[in-house]
Nanobody, 120 residues
Framework: QVQLLESGGGLVQTGGSLRLSCTASGTISRILSMGWYRRAPGKQRELVATISENGVTNYADSSKGRFTISRDNTKNTVYLQMDTLKPEDTAVYYC??????????????WGQGTQVAVSS
């Protein structure tokens, strides 16, 4: 099995910064894409940013210029540096990883979520 453990959420004022981390553990042959998604109160879950195995990144328009996604393949970890935070960034942030396991193929795994709250 594969587990994703997120950390780094919290309460911050408008204009502040937070850094989220997500580490994958378990029986892993290879991690393909990794990414961050979020669900704000009363809204559907949406993409924040993704990063491919070789470092190609993709950002939602709302994240561009303020958020930076990165990964450390030696640690099976993906990061999300969030700067210039706004109240509308308040949400539960989820990590997702596409993991390949020999004899099992590729499937997506999700973390349990970490709360980010931005006060005005």
């Amino acid at each position: 099995q594969v587990q994703l453990l997120e950390s780094g959420g919290g309460l911050v004022q408008t204009g502040g910064s937070l850094r989220l981390s997500c580490t994958a553990s378990g029986t892993i042959s290879r991690i393909l894409s990794m990414g961050w998604y979020r669900r704000a109160p009363g809204k559907q879950r949406e993409l924040v940013a993704t990063i491919s195995e070789n470092g190609v990144t993709n950002y939602a328009d709302s994240s561009k210029g303020r958020f930076t996604i990165s990964r450390d393949n030696t640690k099976n970890t993906v990061y999300l540096q969030m700067d210039t935070l706004k109240p509308e960034d308040t949400a539960v942030y989820y990590c997702k990883s596409a993991v390949f396991r020999y004899n099992y193929g590729t499937r997506d795994y999700w973390g349990q979520g970490t709360q980010v709250a931005v006060s005005s």
